[in-house]
């Protein structure tokens, strides 16, 4: 057997998390992908630069961890020295791994011009090209790069960085999948915001605010952080997102929750408002989960914060801090509470979308040989909602996604005409308007309502295993060679069919009934959802399990079984008798 496909994320990050976060999402999305597709998971594993390490255990991710920049100095090591020694950890890391994909975060050639050297190796190279400010981009060795990438994918929405655009000239090769995000929007119930509210220690009657800047390695942390808490009104709670590379004084209070955790984000649902550093991450995550929000921008490298503020600001979706004083703080949160469903509205309109699993599918979609249509087709069956069960499931999760789930796509053969590369020879032959029309259309996904019902059906069949919920894979698997698809009417979904009639079987005695579905044989002459009646009308009038065992058993020896061999069946008695 072949080894499994191996991928190296490769993440530099200094004060903040971004690079690493971003990366994240993407291989979370890329482990759920590649089993659908391939039938067995990836191995991942991220060099980095990143002081947060604990964000990839906790996510079981493997890490080759490099010093970055900021501990390297404050540990004493020379700079050229440390740019050697990087460089050539990077250089024999990735020689003795051989990915089959290596993954780069923003920066083409890396920090400090480090991937220059195996841009050239024998694996397929994806960059995902986050907006950057433009005398980064604009440098001659970040464009000579660029030009090394297999693809490009761009975590914004079509239109909405348009220096990448400029960056990227005639679009070719690129693929804009929507900002990439480390969580869903899925609406929470009010019994959910509740709990979450009753963890983090929050009175009824007060409102709750999340307080961040950013990653927590920003020079300025703790005096932006004492800033805004200080500011805030007696009615308020303060949820303070310190972040992993904080390393300043610990801010307490009667009205506060500190939390250095990467996994802060479960908390969002639960927010009335939040007040933030500018970072892509935050930003998008708090807009995505529509919290009302005021941010405020800090200086980095080649983060554009302010830029991404205004942007959203100009669409009624955030409010901008210039200043982080008590009288600016106040207004803002007075605004927000008062103004509370328009900006939920108009935060979730501008971040509709994760764009983490279509950036996940497009990497995998370019690797030599891979089947572009069923990687995409896979990104579009696996919702946000079913993922996050599966993930709640563990290995049986896992065992799900290879042991059949890719097949339960109901359209097969649903084009993507983004991945065509027939198509990237025409994009330069029209206007910049038409073009940047074309490329957005191309991005658009389907929510197909059948897609939609496939997932619905499988998490019903999920939910109603519960205790047994085990058997379910095995079962799937059995289903899915019992009722092909072949057999099917056009005018039915055939997946949602197969779905309801597993669900039908796990119910009641699930460990019972079970073994009974896994000898019942393929029905040559009838549909899933007759093969299905078929089998629970066999259950009903013969409740002796055993008897029953052995007659599906011996029915399996014929070649051919049709309706009217099942209909006819008896069952055997304990030596065989009819």
Partial sequence: MARPLRIVCYAVNGSGLGHVTRLLAIA?????????????????????????TGLLSDARMAALKLPSKGVARAAGLDVVEHRRLAKHFVWQTLGVLAPDLLIVDTFPQGSFDELLPVLDGPFTKVLVLRDVKPELGQRPIFQAALRMYDRVVVPHAPGAAPDVAALLGDGAGARWVGDVLAVDQIDPVDDDRRALRRELGVESERRLVYISAGGGGDPGSEAALRAIVLALPPDVHALVGAGPLYRGARLTGPRLTWFTEPDVARFFPALDAAISAG????????????????????????????????????VGACLVLPRLDAATIGAALTTLFANGDSYRAAARRAVPDNGARFAAAEALATLPGRDVEATLGSADLLGPRLARALDGLGQVGVELLTRGLGQLDPTPGLSSLGTRAALDPLLPQLSAEARAEVLAALQRRSTSAARRDVEAALLTLIATADGAVELVPGLLEAALRKHPRAQEPPERCWAVELLVGLTGVVRGDARARAPLYKAF??????????????????????PDGESLLRSLQGL????????????????LGPRGEA
């Fill in 28 to 52: 979370r999305w890329l482990r759920r992908l590649e089993a659908m597709v391939a039938g067995v998971a990836p191995e991942i594993v991220f060099l980095t630069s990143t002081e947060a």
């Fill in 279 to 314: 970072g892509y991450n935050t930003v998008h995550e708090l807009m995505h989960l529509g919290v009302p929000a005021a941010f405020f921008a800090q200086d980095k490298i080649a983060d554009r914060q302010a830029e991404r503020i205004a942007g959203l600001a100009r």
């Fill in 521 to 542: 044989p393929r029905v040559i002459d009838a549909p899933a959802k007759e093969a299905f009646a078929a089998f629970e009308r066999l259950v009903q009038e013969h």
């Fill in 556 to 571: 399996k020896l014929q070649r051919r079984v049709t309706l009217a061999h099942v209909a006819a069946l008896r069952p």
